[in-house]
């Protein structure tokens, strides 16, 4: 009996598991095409956005270049030595 029950509430589990993937698949889609359909409605909108990408790609050359500098490559010869020191780091 007590067995039969047990059955009976994992098959109902599993039934309800699906049923929310479906759900959720379901409401992801609905959330994809309202800002789809936004986006391709823009004009104005569209340009800002051009914008502000171009900017974050400039900002983001500008940040690796000038005050992110490869300090293992400038500072040890081989992987032997990079590796050693990375390590020597995070096991201080």
């Given at each position: 009996m007590m067995l039969t029950i047990w059955r009976a509430a994992i098959i109902n589990a599993v039934i309800d598991i699906k049923r929310m993937g479906k759900q959720m698949k379901y409401v992801l889609h609905n959330i994809f095409q309202f800002y789809y359909q936004g986006f391709k409605g823009m004009t104005v909108g569209r340009k800002l956005w051009i914008i502000i990408l171009v900017?974050?790609?400039?900002?983001?050359?500008?940040?690796k270049l000038f005050f992110f500098p490869d300090f293992l490559k400038s500072n040890f010869k081989t992987d032997e030595q990079r590796s050693n020191h990375v390590i020597e780091q995070l096991t201080k």
């Amino acid at each position: 009996m007590m067995l039969t029950i047990w059955r009976a509430a994992i098959i109902n589990a599993v039934i309800d598991i699906k049923r929310m993937g479906k759900q959720m698949k379901y409401v992801l889609h609905n959330i994809f095409q309202f800002y789809y359909q936004g986006f391709k409605g823009m004009t104005v909108g569209r340009k800002l956005w051009i914008i502000i990408l171009v900017k974050l790609a400039i900002l983001y050359l500008v940040l690796k270049l000038f005050f992110f500098p490869d300090f293992l490559k400038s500072n040890f010869k081989t992987d032997e030595q990079r590796s050693n020191h990375v390590i020597e780091q995070l096991t201080k």
